[in-house]
């Protein structure tokens, strides 16, 4: 799992700024439409937690303890949760949420994965 979290750490650290470039072009342009939607801010927020869990998940490859999981699946988990539920008309941030969710699960599992083998 040490392989999982450093790529899908620095493959996070690098969406985080076609998430947040994306995410000022839809926010621009629900400003310029007036259409009351919240997705491009809703993306920017996507972004940030797409940044800190790429560091958390850098940071902590190598630990042995089960904060570094736990704390992914709280970001993860948190960023596909704001992300499918207020794409709006920015539909790419549905499959920036699929990315959140896969780590979320992933994370999960590692978390799981390191419970069975300190217990057998």
Do not use: P
């Amino acid at each position: 799992m040490k392989t999982w979290k450093l790529v899908s750490g620095i493959l996070s650290i690098i969406l985080f700024a076609l998430v947040a470039f994306q995410s000022c072009a839809a926010g621009m342009s629900n400003a310029l439409d007036e259409n009351g939607e919240v997705s491009g801010s809703a993306g920017i927020i996507v972004a940030v937690l797409l940044l800190t869990g790429g560091i958390v998940s850098v940071a902590t490859r190598k630990s042995s303890g089960k904060g570094g999981s736990i704390a992914l699946i709280i970001i993860f988990g948190l960023a596909a949760l704001v992300g499918f539920a207020m794409h709006g008309s920015y539909s790419d941030l549905t499959i920036w949420a699929g990315w959140c969710l896969i780590n979320a699960v992933l994370a999960a599992a590692a978390l799981l994965r390191g419970g069975k083998k300190q217990n057998g």
